[in-house]
């Protein structure tokens, strides 16, 4: 895995598991998206089928990364 030199600029890490991004607010759901390492993506809009709750991330590097824009959104 890859370590980002200016970690602040992204929001907090959000959990994996396998290889699958984990809901960070029940983290009951496994599988709510597959990251690969060589991923890179922008504030992707993912839906929790377990919570209903939508939640914005931002990946780089195949980490993901709680989207800025959903701070604002709270």
Do not use: T
Request: some cysteine; proline content about 5%.
């Amino acid at each position: 895995m890859i370590h980002l030199p200016n970690k602040p600029q992204y929001g907090k890490i959000l959990p994996m598991k396998d290889g699958w991004l984990v809901c960070p607010i029940c983290r009951r759901n496994k599988r709510l998206k597959r990251i690969r390492e060589d991923e890179e993506a922008d504030r992707i809009s993912l839906l929790c089928r377990d919570c209903k709750n939508e939640v914005y991330v931002s990946i780089h590097h195949g980490q993901c990364f709680e989207s800025r824009s959903q701070q604002d959104a709270r």
